[in-house]
Every structure is written in structure tokens, then in C-alpha cells.
Nanobody, 116 residues
Framework: QVQLVESGGGVVQSGGSLRLSCAASRNIFSINRMGWYRQAPGKQRELVAAITSGGSTNYADSVKGRFTISRDNAKNTVYLQMSSLKPEDTAVYYC??????????WGQGTQVTVSS
């Protein structure tokens, strides 16, 4: 069992930055993959960025070069540094922990609103 708590969301102007945090209730060292997802109103939830236990990362094309995912195993926390934010980045951002062979665990989400 893993509980995830996201924080760091808020309202920011276009071009601004935010850093999201996802704090896990237990050691994340052994969790296979941690990811950030987002869901905008009327749209499906989509992967934003993910990082494996080995440190490999992948990003959605729409955020490459602007967002950076990282993990601090000592703090059981995963971060999403978001820069050059655009109005289309407005969404609820969720953290997910993928254990092997399962299940997946989701956080409750944090709202990010980018004003133009």
C-alpha cells in the first residue's frame, strides 16, 4: 500500500513556473515507476512525465524542454518542475506510483491554473 499526497499547485501567469511535489507514505526506492499525469476539463487523463527506479525519464511531447521530473529517494518524494507554463497546461495534476506486478496508486491531485 502506498499513499501519495501532491502539493505545489496554484495559479500562475503564462510564462511562469511551479514545482509540484508528490510525497509517498513509504520508501519509493523499490517502486518501479513514478509518474505525473494531468486531466483538463473534458479531456482524458494523460501522462506528463515519468521516472523509473533506475532514473530513466520520459515526457509528453507537449512538455519536453519545459518540465523536469526528479525523485529524491531519501525524502520519498517525486517532483515536477514546470517552467514556461502555458494556459493549455491548466489541469489537475496527479501522481501515480507503479509497483510490480501491481497495483497502481494515485494521489488526490493538485490544481494548476495558468492564466494568459
Amino acid at each position: 500500500q502506498v499513499q501519495l499526497v501532491e502539493s505545489g499547485g496554484g495559479v500562475v501567469q503564462s510564462g511562469g513556473s511551479l514545482r509540484l511535489s508528490c510525497a509517498a507514505s513509504r520508501n519509493i526506492f523499490s517502486i518501479n515507476r513514478m509518474g505525473w499525469y494531468r486531466q483538463a476539463p473534458g479531456k482524458q487523463r494523460e501522462l506528463v512525465a515519468a521516472i523509473t527506479s533506475g532514473g530513466s525519464t520520459n515526457y509528453a511531447d507537449s512538455v519536453k524542454g519545459r518540465f523536469t521530473i526528479s525523485r529524491d529517494n531519501a525524502k520519498n518524494t517525486v517532483y515536477l518542475q514546470m517552467s514556461s507554463l502555458k494556459p493549455e497546461d491548466t489541469a489537475v495534476y496527479y501522481c501515480r506510483a507503479d509497483t510490480l506486478p501491481g497495483p497502481w496508486y494515485w494521489g488526490q491531485g493538485t490544481q494548476v491554473t495558468v492564466s494568459s
